[in-house]
């Protein structure tokens, strides 16, 4: 999340909407985001015993927690593109997706 917050200059303009999802709670996510500096919302899958996360295959079984993941979901809801575990980590395949997708519209 410290390294899309970081990219966030690259999104104006491109018409979209960052948001994290977590499984902590809403607390929890406050005092990540804050201590990171992360200016985008996070929400809480807490409520829902991680029902999201698990519903857009987030979920490692096997280790009973949410994987790291980016997804772009375009205006009709679909996923466009998507970064998983390590490669999540850097998002500027994200981003470019982003920046590309304004320069065709």
């Known amino acids: 999340m410290q390294n899309l917050q ?3 200059a690259e999104l104006e303009g491109t018409d979209t909407q960052v948001l994290g ?3 902590d709670s809403p607390f ?3 005092a990540f985001a804050d201590s990171l500096g992360v200016q985008f919302p ?3 899958d807490w ?3 991680g029902a999201t996360t698990k519903a ?3 979920y490692s079984e096997k280790n009973r927690v949410a994987r790291r993941v980016n997804f772009l979901i375009d205006k009709e809801g679909k996923i466009a593109e998507i970064q998983l ?3 999540a980590i850097d998002p500027t395949k994200i981003v470019n ?3 590309a997708r304004k320069l065709k519209s």
């Open 28 to 30: 929890a996510n406050k």
């Open 56 to 58: 857009f295959g987030a």
């Open 97 to 99: 997706a982003c920046k």
């Open 42 to 44: 996070i929400a809480s």
């Open 21 to 23: 999802v977590s499984m």
């Open 47 to 49: 409520f829902n015993n």
């Open 85 to 87: 575990d390590s490669e």
């Open 6 to 8: 970081k990219q966030m």
